[in-house]
């Protein structure tokens, strides 16, 4: 059984409009490289002579001027004692598409039971999450199997776990048809199909009565749900997990727990004696403070629509960003809160509104990143003084570097990645940065050199 941790399918390429959001990394397993379509005819100009320049190295694996994206191990990547244990493991063979990875991890009924089967998760950020997540889902189960509980849910309230659920998520409905990866980040350096994500979503509300569905929801979760969301963020703080997780496994079974927990006045460390350790992997954007344990989600939602408003966002804009079931609470939060702490900064709004036209987590986490890793090379190297969508995240410091932050996987010199290092409209930039926190095969830095871009391979800036 092969299935999509992240509630996505397949998508092909429709329309020009489509375009900056497609996903050539949605591949499987036997297909290294979906097809894409050519570099702009600009950058192709650009690029003829600049790419003829540099034969590839020998024994490189290429087609034309171009390599076949590698198929990378697993192990090569993350500590090997991470890729494996009780109830899982990752496979070792990683197909990559130019930027990207595609990782399946392979669930056994041990832990999973009835979930078990093979799950295939895009970036190898979002496969730390997952892999972090795994022990909360062990521990929940050994929860529900416990005596204490068995006489927790005898006394609970017979209500719906589901209703509980609605209470603190909003489902990840899968729309077909749309692009959902991160690769045509990389495809056209021109902002284009911001309405992309209005064409997935009910488009005839106003944005009037959004904010008010919002509103409306924020008081329902006040008024009925303040306990049991406390005791859910209570829970989630002791197994060291998002409370707001889009993993759909520990999603239902952390709201059974916790409604039945709630219900039957069960203290959470009655039932947990032992905290599962923190995960290591977990770094960056994800859960890392006591914001998103301590405070209310009704708050929480509060505390992002002032900072958008402070940002400059209106209304409407606020309501898409908030509404967007692709950016969970946490990562909102995490957004706002690196925006925030750019300073004054141009281009902060068109940012958060080029994050509401979103469709997919993955893409999510790829421009929140870019945003806290323009914030760490602000705060360690140099401030930023303003940053705007072109295509990818594009920073510029005080000093004049244009630094583009790229949190992919493995960078290999595809058509779709040539494009990008050769559009005119970035060659015409000055002293550029490309921040790549990753590795890269020897004939994409070689190429990337040959045009003018500065690579600065390195985890911190």
Not at 95 to 116: L, R, W
Not at 225 to 245: C, E, M, S
Not at 315 to 344: T, W
Request: glycine share 8%; proline share 7%; hydrophobic share 40%.
């Amino acid at each position: 059984m092969k299935q999509r941790w992240n509630f996505r399918t397949s998508a092909t390429l429709a329309t020009l409009a489509l375009a900056l959001l497609a996903g050539c990394a949605q591949t499987t397993p036997s297909v290294a490289e979906n097809p894409l379509p050519s570099p702009p005819a600009a950058a192709a100009s650009a690029d003829n002579s600049q790419m003829q320049a540099v034969q590839p190295p020998a024994g490189d694996q290429t087609t034309g001027q171009f390599e076949v994206p590698p198929i990378v191990n697993a192990s090569d990547l993350l500590p090997a004692a991470a890729l494996s244990g009780p109830g899982f493991y990752v496979q070792q063979q990683v197909p990559t598409n130019g930027a990207m990875g595609e990782y399946t991890i392979v669930a056994d009924a041990s832990v999973f039971h009835g979930d078990a089967g093979s799950y295939h998760v895009e970036s190898l950020g979002l496969l730390k999450i997952r892999l972090a997540e795994i022990p909360a889902i062990a521990q929940l189960e050994n929860v529900r199997k416990s005596e204490v509980f068995a006489k927790a849910l005898a006394s609970s309230a017979a209500r719906p776990v589901e209703d509980a659920a609605q209470m603190v998520t909003h489902p990840m409905d899968t729309v077909t048809g749309l692009p959902g990866g991160i690769g045509e980040f990389f495809g056209r350096v021109k902002m284009g199909g911001e309405a992309v994500y209005s064409t997935a979503t009910n488009s005839s509300e106003s944005g009037g009565q959004r904010a008010s569905q919002t509103a409306g929801e924020t008081a329902n979760i006040t008024l009925t749900a303040l306990g049991y969301d406390q005791v859910r963020r209570d829970l989630a703080r002791k197994l060291h997990i998002d409370p707001y997780t889009t993993d759909p496994i520990l999603t239902k079974k952390l709201n059974s727990v916790a409604w039945v927990m709630f219900s039957a006045r069960l203290a959470v460390n009655t039932t947990i004696s032992v905290m599962v350790p923190g995960s290591m992997l977990i770094t960056g954007v994800e859960v890392t403070d006591d914001l998103v344990y301590q405070t209310p989600r009704a708050d929480l939602i509060l505390l992002v629509e002032k900072k958008l408003n402070k940002l400059g966002l209106s209304d409407s804009e606020i309501a898409a960003f908030s509404h967007n079931p692709a950016i969970p609470l946490s990562l909102q939060v995490a957004a706002v809160r690196d925006l925030e702490s750019l300073g004054p900064i141009p281009g902060r709004h068109s940012t958060a509104v080029a994050l509401s036209n979103l469709i997919t987590e993955y893409q999510v986490r790829f421009l929140v990143t870019s945003i806290r890793m323009l914030a760490e090379w602000g705060q360690q190297k140099s401030p930023i003084t303003g940053i705007r969508m072109q295509g990818v995240l594009v920073g510029t410091d005080q000093n004049g570097t244009v630094i583009m932050p790229a949190p992919v996987d493995y960078v290999s010199w595809t058509p779709r990645i040539a494009g990008f290092a050769t559009d005119h409209n970035l060659l015409a930039l000055q002293n550029r940065v490309l921040w790549l926190p990753a590795g890269m095969t020897p004939l994409a830095r070689q190429q990337f050199t040959a045009n003018g871009w500065t690579v600065h391979q390195s985890a911190q800036p």
